[in-house]
């Protein structure tokens, strides 16, 4: 089993849409999570960090259940600009601190 | 906002070849990483870097793979005796202590001929 997962799209929405990507991990004992966002040939950049108890940040909002290992993305009112490949990365736990990645769900948002 | 800066943005060399590969990180950050990214594939750990010493690395981080810290300021990833599949971005990553949050460097672009 792959230690982050998610469906490489790609996911094609109008603008305006509400989109959601899901994420799943392997590792009961992943400690932090994110959502990072990488444009095509340029390195990837922390769109959100990822809460327990869910957080938001303006058209954003990130989910984590635990239980499940599942961490979830909703992007409401989609712009061109978020066009995009979104990573769900996780960090393992224990005295690592380095961040594993999923492949990435490809956005393309059309007009 | 503090950048990591890093050089060359793209570097083409001959199999076989040494590359040095360079980061300049935020000065007042304290854990230095580098990542690769095949094109096509996920972004992937190669090696963490604290108080002057490896502290982690991945098992593609092998022997012809080194890091160093050599003036301070730059943090270099070398790579002995390049192959072709060393081909990839190459991304350093720097990281407060304090706020524990990741910058990344806009990379490096390997392509080994």
């Known amino acids: 089993r792959k230690e982050v997962e998610q469906d490489p799209g790609p996911f094609n929405v109008p603008e305006g849409a509400t989109v959601a990507f899901n994420c799943t991990y392997s590792n009961s004992a992943s400690q932090s999570f994110f959502w990072y966002r990488q444009d095509c040939r340029k390195e990837p950049k922390l769109l959100m960090s990822v809460y327990s108890s869910g957080n938001e940040d303006g058209r954003f909002t990130a989910q984590l259940n635990r239980a499940s290992q599942y961490i979830s993305l909703l992007i409401r009112d989609s712009k061109l600009s978020d066009s995009a490949t979104y990573l769900c990365v996780v960090t393992p736990g224990g005295a690592t601190n380095k961040l594993i990645f999923g492949t990435g769900t490809l956005l393309a948002v059309q007009p | 906002e503090p950048e990591v800066t890093q050089t060359p943005s793209h570097q083409v060399t001959q199999m076989g070849q040494e590359v040095i590969l360079r980061c300049v990180p935020i000065?007042?950050?304290?854990?230095f990483y580098w990542y690769r990214q095949i094109l096509g594939q996920k972004v992937e750990f190669l090696v963490s870097?604290?108080?002057?010493?490896?502290?982690?690395k991945s098992e593609i981080f092998d022997d012809q793979f080194s890091v160093e810290r050599p003036d301070g300021s730059n943090f270099t990833l070398k790579i002995r005796s390049t192959k072709l599949e060393d081909s990839a971005m190459y991304f350093c990553a720097t990281r407060d202590r304090g706020s524990g949050g990741y910058t990344f460097g806009s990379g490096t672009r390997l392509t080994v001929v």
């Open positions: 000065s007042n950050h304290l854990y």
């Open positions: 870097f604290y108080n002057n010493e490896i502290s982690e």
